[in-house]
């Protein structure tokens, strides 16, 4: 069974900083990944791609996020990162990683974080 | 960037009924290869999104057989032959043809 597992979320302050990683099981990690996240109450959102470590590891960010969040992962320990720093408020929600597999595309159960003063 | 549109934004279906949603691309998301990068994933309430279909029509693992996915080009639709209470939820498409990718605002089913 393949499963997702987010982790590192809480609560920061605007301006703050936080790590998130996401642990791939069942599968092999030699595959695109990417973020999506989720504002409450709102829809998904696309926040950046990872290619896998033949193709250079190549990233590419939606524009809220360039410059200020960096995808990476680690490949010996079958886990995907997402470093975010100088968060906003807008930045609150929960972050889902997911796993592409030409099209069966698997997904994380989420991990929430809130950019609150 | 690729803009999806979804029809409609909320669906009130009677348990057994039929429903269909449909989802519009502002580009043809089909490859070279022929593929055609389109997704539909379910949300029910408080759980993460789910993939219930890829490729515009090919069934994930464990989906019901009564969601279908239709469509090529520029236009999509997801119909769920027969409404259950389980279906209950938001419903996205997605693709992944090009970056940025980008997803429909969601359709709201629910049970009249």
């Known amino acids: 069974e393949v499963q997702l597992v987010e982790s590192g979320g809480g609560l920061v302050r605007p301006g703050g900083s936080l790590r998130l990683s996401c642990t791939v099981s069942?599968?092999?990690?030699?595959?695109?990944m990417i973020w999506v996240r989720q504002a409450p109450g709102k829809g998904l959102e696309w926040v950046g791609r990872?290619?896998?470590?033949?193709?250079?590891?190549?990233?590419d960010y939606a524009a809220p996020v360039m410059g200020r969040f960096t995808i990476s992962r680690d490949d010996s320990e079958n886990t995907l990162y997402l470093q975010m720093n100088s968060l906003k408020t807008d930045d609150t929600g929960l972050y889902y990683c997911?796993?592409?597999?030409?099209?069966?595309?698997?997904w994380g159960q989420g991990s929430l974080v809130t950019v609150s003063s | 960037d690729i803009v999806m549109t979804q029809t409609p934004l909320s669906s009130p279906v009677t348990l057994g009924q039929p429903a269909s949603i449909s989802c519009r691309s502002s580009?043809?998301?089909?490859?070279?290869?022929?593929?055609?990068?389109l997704s539909w994933l379910q949300q029910r309430p408080g759980q993460p999104p789910r993939l219930l279909i890829y490729?515009?029509?090919k069934r994930f693992s464990g989906v019901p057989d009564r969601f279908s996915g239709s469509g090529a080009g520029t236009e999509f639709t997801l119909r769920i032959s027969r409404v259950e209470t389980e279906d209950v939820g938001i419903y996205y498409c997605?693709?992944?043809?090009?970056?940025?990718?980008?997803f429909g605002q969601g359709t709201k089913l629910e049970i009249k």
């Open positions: 580009q043809s998301l089909e490859h070279t290869n022929g593929d055609t990068s």
């Open positions: 997605m693709q992944t043809a090009q970056s940025p990718y980008t």
């Open positions: 997911v796993l592409l597999a030409h099209g069966e595309d698997h």
């Open positions: 069942g599968f092999t990690f030699n595959a695109w």
């Open positions: 490729k515009i029509s």
């Open positions: 990872i290619k896998t470590k033949s193709e250079g590891e190549t990233t």
